[in-house]
């Protein structure tokens, strides 16, 4: 898939210059073995969504208590 085919599919409008974004990022998946998760990213221009996707992020591993 090509960069400008996979961006279309994310980019749902134009943002102009002095446009406000709202970015919800919702958690959607969370894999405690690989140390990995998913988000839905959306942004929204006055309540018009002009973009979505998933993105799969590494996630920071918590530290087992030491046995002493």
């Known amino acids: 898939q090509s960069r400008s085919s996979?961006?279309?599919?994310?980019y749902k409008r134009q943002v102009r210059i002095g446009?406000?974004?709202?970015?919800v990022i919702t958690v959607i998946a969370l894999d405690h073995d690989?140390?990995?998760?998913e988000l839905r990213c959306?942004?929204?221009?006055?309540?018009k969504l002009i973009m979505d996707g998933v993105a799969v992020v590494r996630v920071p591993r918590r530290r087992k208590p030491s046995a002493r």
């Open 6 to 10: 996979a961006a279309s599919d994310v």
């Open 19 to 23: 446009d406000t974004v709202r970015i």
């Open 42 to 47: 959306e942004g929204f221009v006055e309540d």
């Open 34 to 37: 690989s140390a990995r998760g």
